[in-house]
């Protein structure tokens, strides 16, 4: 799969009524969606608004990829399809100006109907063996949905490899510094997708492995001195030198352990980090993300 004037030329095309016109964008992040149904014919229609016959008129996305692996471009990238809805990332607002939004064909949690059964967002019920029948499930609980258990339908092997595919053709053509899901960036409080059958890390991952950008999040030093510590707790010693890392002091985090960040220096201040490597680990309240 390539991207060719901002469409994957192997994809199947038509353009959604639900986008905004006149208005371009360029590509920053991926946004993950599940459509919170179970036919990639209705999903499908309904993302297309009035191109495709439906009477949605508020959302949509640039791509939806069938439970078979098949997959519709409905926008192209560089336009500001309607996925996201109020969102933020760190500090940026708004995650339809700057995202590509994919949706996984999927009906995402089910509550317990209290006959032994399932029901969906929508009021569809199924049975147990039914989600069994149709690819399984796994159980989780969502404070966003309630305190009890849901089934989580699972995603197909053939929709993960497509989907997987079509995020490398995107990392590819933009410079995507992070796949995220719609659950992160929701602003509202009460979006789920694409949910813990998603295997988020092994798209994030995707992304790194393509190197594009920093494969790691940045963050800049906001605290006038930060201490570099060996470990993550105040009882370890500083890294030293430097010992403390100034003001404005761009690093990238290679990991995180509660409220710790192990950091690697990009840069100090306005000079860029020769020689050697400096890591250490510094507490993330004094970090601020940077995109
Ligand atoms: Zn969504």
């Avoid at 590509?100 to 995402?108: A, D, M, V, W």
């Amino acid at each position: 799969m390539d991207v060719v004037n901002h469409r994957i030329d192997a994809l199947w095309h038509k353009h959604t009524s639900n986008y905004s016109q006149g208005k371009t964008i360029k590509p920053r992040f991926i946004v993950m969606h599940y459509t919170t149904g179970w036919s990639a014919e209705n999903n499908l229609a309904w993302l297309l608004g009035r191109a495709g016959g439906s009477g949605n008129t508020e959302s949509s996305a640039h791509i939806l990829v069938g439970r078979d692996g098949k997959a519709w471009q409905i926008c192209p990238f560089n336009r500001r399809a309607w996925h996201a809805g109020p969102s933020r990332l760190g500090t940026v607002a708004d995650l339809n100006s700057h995202a590509i939004g994919i949706e996984l064909l999927n009906p995402g949690w089910l509550k317990p109907d209290g006959h032994g059964g399932w029901v969906d967002y929508h009021g569809n019920r199924r049975s147990t063996r039914q989600l069994q029948s149709d690819g399984g499930y796994l159980l989780a609980r969502n404070s966003r949905v309630g305190s009890g258990e849901l089934a989580w339908p699972l995603y197909t092997d053939a929709q993960l490899d497509t989907s997987r595919q079509i995020c490398l053709a995107i990392a590819r053509a933009y410079p995507i510094h992070e796949i995220v899901t719609h659950e992160e960036v929701d602003t509202r409080g009460w979006k789920t997708d694409p949910g813990p059958a998603f295997p988020l890390d092994s798209f994030r991952s995707l992304v790194d492995d393509y190197g594009r950008e920093s494969a790691q999040p940045r963050y800049k030093v906001s605290a006038s001195r930060l201490n570099l510590r060996g470990g993550p707790a105040t009882s370890y010693e500083l890294v030293d030198p430097p010992g403390q890392l100034q003001q404005g002091t761009l690093v990238e985090a290679l990991r995180h352990e509660g409220d710790w960040a192990y950091v690697q220096v990009v840069r100090e201040g306005s000079r860029a980090q020769a020689g050697a490597t400096v890591t250490g680990w510094v507490h993330s309240a004094y970090l601020q993300r940077q995109w």
